[in-house]
């Protein structure tokens, strides 16, 4: 074998190297890694978990009912203040019976004041008489309106000693709403903080739930690289599945406003030295994305 054969191997290795070399350093503009907009969900109310239906990597759904929090005390609590105002009003007057006595009265001294009118038109009576049935009408009258008013206010200020009492009626079916455990948006279920029969409290973590049908790519670009790049801009997204790469459509939704220093992941100090603006890429996720894998920017040309 000639010497130029023997060293077709060596040069077609070469050849493979650099251009293995060169598609990678310019095969993408930017890379970075996936995130997600996480919401940590906190308890609400106090008590032991009865029931809590979450599980690591399950998916769930907006405004799913999953478990909820011990509610006898509020329950009692709740059922002792509506003793409670059953026996304030159990206090208000009965005007009806009250005012009847006085009604039947003024009902009498009426009839009997037209007997006296048609017997004055006879002669047969006095107008003294007439007079007095007036004044005794007119007092009754006055007597009937002051009672009234007496079992009115006696009435108002019963049903007024009320209001505290069902505004803290109001206090504990709030806090019982708040016992059942709703989530708040559809997403899967990342971290999961508490279990069944712990106690809980208001402000303690639940759950830490991610919507991940959207995954976000916080990318990082030069200064130089700016210009080529606005909001809504359609860019490629590669991924290594660790068979070759595989290409996502991305959109291009926040540029940062202020450079700042490569992050520390960049490997060589010359690179961690340069300043970078950071932007975030929309990209649909097929299910192979997941958070914290490394993505690689392609710029559109505009």
Known sequence: MSNSFKFLPIVFVLLLTFSACKNSSNDFDASGNFEA?????SSEATGRVV??????????????????????????????????MRAVLAK???????LATIKEQITTAEFEKKRIENLLKSDAATQKQLDDLNAQLAFLQKQYNATKSSLSITSR???????????????????IKKSILVNPLSGT?????????????????????????????????????????????????????GKGTKSYSGTIAWISDKAEFTPKTIQ??????????????????DGYLKLG???DVKLNKQ
């Open 37 to 41: 907009e996480e919401t940590i969900v």
């Open 51 to 84: 029931e809590f239906a979450v599980a690591e990597g399950q998916q769930l759904k907006a405004n799913e009912v999953i478990g909820y929090i011990d509610t006898t005390q509020l329950f009692l609590r709740k059922k002792q203040l509506t003793y409670s």
């Open 92 to 98: 208000q007057p009965d005007m009806s019976s009250q």
């Open 157 to 175: 200020s019963l049903q007024s000693e009320t209001l505290p009492l069902k505004a803290q009626v109001d206090q504990l079916n709030d806090q």
């Open 189 to 241: 279920v990342l971290t999961k903080y508490v279990e069944k029969d712990e106690v809980t409290a208001p402000g303690k973590a639940l759950y830490k739930i991610a919507n991940l049908e959207t995954m976000t790519l916080r990318a990082y670009l030069t200064g130089t690289q700016l210009p080529q790049i606005k909001l809504g801009q359609s860019v490629n997204v590669l991924v290594d599945d």
């Open 268 to 285: 060589t100090k010359e690179e961690r030295a340069n300043l970078v603006y950071a932007v975030k890429i929309t990209v649909k996720n």
């Open 293 to 295: 894998m490394y993505g």
